[in-house]
C-alpha cells in the first residue's frame, strides 16, 4: 500500500511537472513579440488606393465552421443578418502634416500635428511629432510666413510648439495628408479623397480608420437593406497606430491614449443589442478598441453618453466583452493591431489566414484589402 501510495505520489508530481512546464512554455510563447512575427513581402503592401473606391478583395472567416472564402469588398452585405448592429467610426483625418522652415539656419522640418484629445484641446499650444533636430525656442515659418514656437521638447520625438493661430484651422490652409511612413511617398490630390471615409465627420485624427476605407453609399445602402442597423461612434486615431512594440513581453507595452466618444443613441443601441443577443460587427479595430475600452460602462452603467481617453491592449487571451463580429485589413507584423485580431480568432487561425492572403495577392495594409471574422453555424 505504501509503495503505491508512493508510485501514485510520484506520478501526480510528474503529471503537474509536465503541465506546468507546457502551461509556461505556451505562456512565454504568446506573451513574446517575436512570435507574432510573418514575413511580409514588399510586392504585397498597397501603396495606393484602388483606382475605383471598393473595389477590393475581401477574405472571410467563420469562426464556427472553419470556412473560408475569397470575396469582394462590394459584397460584405452577403454576410449580413438582420438586426445586425454595425457600427463605424466617423472621425475625420486632419491635413496634419507641415513643412516649415528654421528662422535661425533656414533648415527645413516636417511636423506632424498629434490627434485632437477631447473638445477643450489647446490648438494654439500642441504636440507635434517632428522630423530632423529642434532646440526650444527655435522659430518655425510655415509656408503662409506664420511663425511657430518650439516651447519645450519631450520623449519620442515629440515637441511642443505654440501659435498666433489656431493650429487646426493652419493645418488645414497649408497642411498635407499625414500617410503612414511606410508608404514612402508625399501625398497626392487623390490621397485627400481616399484617405478619408465618405462620412468622416469629426476632425481629430491623424491616421485613417482605413478597414472602412473602402465603403460606398451603395454598399451602405446595401447593408440597410439586409435589415443591419448603422451606426457611428467617434475615436480620433493617433500615430501611436505606428509605432513599433520596442518591449520583449508584450504585455509590458503601453497603448498611447486616443480620445472617444459615444452618444446616447448608440449606446442604447449597443445595449439593446446585447439583451437580445444580436450581433454587434466592428468596422475595424478602432470601433473595437473604443467598444471593448468601455465595456464595462456600456454593460453596467446607466449613462447617457461615454467619452473618455481609450488606452487599452488587446492581445491574445482577451476576452471580448462587445464585438461579435470584425471586418479589419491586413496588418503589419508585431503591431498592435495584429494582436488585437490576434486575440479574436487565435494567432494560429490568423497566420493561417494570412498565408492563404498571401498565396492569393491580397493587398496588405492601410490601401489594401480586408478580412471578415464571424461565427455562425
Same mark, same amino acid.
Given at each position: 500500500?505504501?509503495?503505491?501510495?508512493?508510485?501514485?505520489?510520484?506520478?501526480?508530481?510528474?503529471?503537474?511537472?509536465?503541465?506546468?512546464?507546457?502551461?509556461?512554455?505556451?505562456?512565454?510563447?504568446?506573451?513574446?513579440?517575436n512570435?507574432?512575427?510573418?514575413?511580409?513581402n514588399?510586392?504585397?503592401?498597397?501603396?495606393?488606393?484602388?483606382?475605383?473606391?471598393?473595389?477590393?478583395?475581401?477574405?472571410?472567416?467563420?469562426?464556427?465552421?472553419?470556412?473560408?472564402?475569397?470575396?469582394?469588398?462590394?459584397?460584405?452585405?452577403?454576410?449580413?443578418?438582420?438586426?445586425?448592429?454595425?457600427?463605424?467610426?466617423?472621425?475625420?483625418?486632419?491635413?496634419?502634416?507641415?513643412?516649415v522652415?528654421?528662422?535661425?539656419?533656414?533648415?527645413?522640418?516636417?511636423?506632424?500635428?498629434?490627434?485632437?484629445h477631447?473638445?477643450?484641446?489647446?490648438?494654439?499650444?500642441h504636440?507635434?511629432?517632428?522630423?530632423?533636430?529642434?532646440?526650444t525656442?527655435?522659430?518655425?515659418?510655415?509656408?503662409?510666413?506664420?511663425?511657430?514656437?518650439?516651447?519645450a521638447?519631450?520623449?519620442?520625438?515629440?515637441?511642443?510648439?505654440?501659435?498666433?493661430?489656431?493650429?487646426?484651422?493652419?493645418?488645414?490652409?497649408?497642411?498635407?495628408?499625414?500617410?503612414?511612413?511606410?508608404?514612402?511617398?508625399?501625398?497626392?490630390n487623390?490621397?485627400?479623397?481616399?484617405?478619408?471615409?465618405?462620412?468622416?465627420?469629426?476632425?481629430?485624427?491623424?491616421?485613417?480608420?482605413?478597414?472602412?476605407?473602402?465603403?460606398?453609399?451603395?454598399?451602405?445602402? +446595401? !447593408?440597410? #437593406?439586409?435589415?443591419? =442597423?448603422?451606426?457611428?461612434?467617434? &475615436?480620433?486615431? $493617433?500615430?501611436?497606430?505606428? %509605432?513599433?512594440?520596442?518591449?520583449?513581453?508584450?504585455?509590458?507595452?503601453h497603448?498611447?491614449?486616443?480620445?472617444?466618444?459615444?452618444?446616447?443613441?448608440?449606446?442604447?443601441?449597443i445595449?439593446?443589442?446585447?439583451?437580445?443577443?444580436?450581433r454587434?460587427?466592428?468596422?475595424?479595430?478602432?470601433?473595437t478598441?473604443?467598444?471593448?475600452?468601455?465595456?464595462?460602462?456600456?454593460?453596467?452603467?446607466?449613462?447617457?453618453?461615454?467619452?473618455?481617453?481609450?488606452?487599452?491592449?488587446?492581445?491574445?487571451?482577451?476576452?471580448?466583452?462587445?464585438?461579435?463580429?470584425l471586418?479589419?485589413?491586413?496588418?503589419?507584423?508585431?503591431?498592435?493591431?495584429?494582436?488585437?485580431?490576434?486575440?479574436?480568432?487565435?494567432?494560429?487561425?490568423?497566420? +493561417? !489566414?494570412y #498565408?492563404?492572403?498571401? =498565396?492569393?495577392?491580397?493587398k496588405? &495594409?492601410?490601401? $489594401?484589402?480586408?478580412?471578415? %471574422?464571424?461565427?455562425?453555424?
Amino acid at each position: 500500500m505504501v509503495k503505491f501510495f508512493n508510485f501514485y505520489t510520484i506520478f501526480l508530481i510528474m503529471i503537474y511537472n509536465i503541465l506546468t512546464y507546457f502551461f509556461n512554455f505556451n505562456k512565454n510563447t504568446i506573451m513574446d513579440i517575436n512570435d507574432y512575427n510573418y514575413k511580409l513581402n514588399e510586392s504585397l503592401i498597397a501603396k495606393k488606393p484602388p483606382a475605383i473606391r471598393g473595389t477590393t478583395k475581401l477574405l472571410t472567416y467563420n469562426l464556427k465552421t472553419k470556412k473560408i472564402f475569397h470575396d469582394k469588398y462590394s459584397n460584405l452585405d452577403n454576410y449580413i443578418k438582420p438586426d445586425d448592429l454595425i457600427i463605424l467610426n466617423d472621425t475625420k483625418v486632419i491635413p496634419a502634416r507641415l513643412i516649415v522652415t528654421k528662422k535661425q539656419s533656414g533648415g527645413q522640418r516636417e511636423l506632424i500635428l498629434i490627434e485632437q484629445h477631447g473638445q477643450s484641446d489647446d490648438w494654439f499650444a500642441h504636440k507635434v511629432l517632428y522630423k530632423g533636430k529642434l532646440s526650444t525656442a527655435d522659430i518655425l515659418i510655415t509656408k503662409n510666413n506664420v511663425e511657430l514656437k518650439v516651447t519645450a521638447l519631450l520623449d519620442n520625438g515629440l515637441a511642443i510648439i505654440s501659435s498666433p493661430i489656431n493650429l487646426l484651422e493652419l493645418a488645414y490652409e497649408i497642411g498635407e495628408v499625414p500617410l503612414p511612413p511606410y508608404l514612402h511617398r508625399k501625398a497626392t490630390n487623390s490621397d485627400k479623397d481616399r484617405y478619408q471615409t465618405i462620412w468622416a465627420k469629426n476632425s481629430g485624427s491623424v491616421a485613417a480608420p482605413t478597414a472602412s476605407l473602402n465603403m460606398t453609399p451603395e454598399l451602405i445602402d +446595401k !447593408l440597410r #437593406q439586409r435589415g443591419a =442597423d448603422i451606426s457611428f461612434i467617434t &475615436l480620433h486615431v $493617433g500615430l501611436g497606430t505606428f %509605432l513599433p512594440i520596442r518591449t520583449q513581453k508584450i504585455e509590458d507595452h503601453h497603448m498611447h491614449k486616443e480620445y472617444f466618444e459615444i452618444n446616447q443613441e448608440v449606446l442604447k443601441k449597443i445595449r439593446s443589442a446585447i439583451k437580445n443577443n444580436h450581433r454587434i460587427i466592428a468596422i475595424g479595430t478602432t470601433v473595437t478598441r473604443t467598444l471593448e475600452y468601455a465595456a464595462d460602462e456600456i454593460i453596467n452603467n446607466n449613462k447617457s453618453a461615454i467619452n473618455g481617453e481609450a488606452d487599452i491592449f488587446i492581445y491574445p487571451g482577451y476576452n471580448f466583452k462587445i464585438v461579435n463580429a470584425l471586418l479589419t485589413n491586413f496588418h503589419a507584423p508585431k503591431s498592435t493591431v495584429l494582436m488585437l485580431v490576434s486575440a479574436f480568432c487565435g494567432w494560429s487561425v490568423l497566420k +493561417k !489566414l494570412y #498565408q492563404v492572403a498571401t =498565396d492569393d495577392n491580397y493587398k496588405f &495594409l492601410s490601401y $489594401g484589402d480586408s478580412m471578415l %471574422l464571424y461565427n455562425e453555424a
